[in-house]
């Protein structure tokens, strides 16, 4: 599938699943998974990094405007969107050369776990203390972002692994 065309189809079908079916699951008053934020995850890295950082935004403002939110997911996408290269480099321990032919899906899966793991929750961190503006609920912000973390990343790898291709 050409690039452009699987970046255009990743947007839409992560907003439209976001806004459509995920932002309706409450359960249990603390889980809410943001699956959207797999566009980070998935986007390939290029040096050339505006494009990347203009969708993010894009599609956090989006999920916002459907969400009836002030921007607080444009701001959490945007923010692991820009740390990105940084846990790239520090978890894979890849160099600036090697950022270019990084591919998520070659690598082993502790690394990918931890690295998906530390942006969601960063991610989640964010959203849920923005929501609540401020620390005067910080238990309230600790257990949703500890829940829908949770929830979010059963959520992602259980996509990846059946939207995986198998090599017979």
């Known amino acids: 599938m050409n690039k452009t065309l699987y970046i255009a189809f990743l947007f839409f079908f992560l907003l439209f699943l976001q806004v459509l079916v995920l932002n309706n699951v409450l359960f249990l008053g603390y889980i809410n998974p943001y699956l ?4 980070v995850f998935l986007y390939p890295v290029r040096n050339n990094r505006f494009p990347f950082l203009f969708l993010s935004f894009l599609l956090g403002l989006c999920v916002d405007a459907f969400s009836n ?16 290269v940084f846990f790239i480099r520090t978890i894979f321990r890849k160099t600036s050369s090697e950022l270019s032919t990084f591919n998520l899906k070659l ?3 502790d690394k990918v776990f931890n690295y998906v793991a ?12 923005l929501i609540n503006f401020g620390f005067s609920n910080f238990t309230n912000v600790l257990l949703n972002t500890i829940f829908s973390t949770v929830f979010t990343l059963i959520l992602y790898f259980l996509g990846s692994f059946i939207f995986s291709k198998k090599d017979s």
């Open 69 to 84: 939110l002030g921007g607080v997911n444009a701001f959490s996408i945007l923010f692991i969107a820009y740390i990105r």
């Open 107 to 109: 690598e082993t899966f």
């Open 36 to 39: 959207y934020i797999a566009f």
């Open 118 to 129: 530390l942006l969601t929750l960063i991610h989640h961190f964010l959203l849920f203390t």
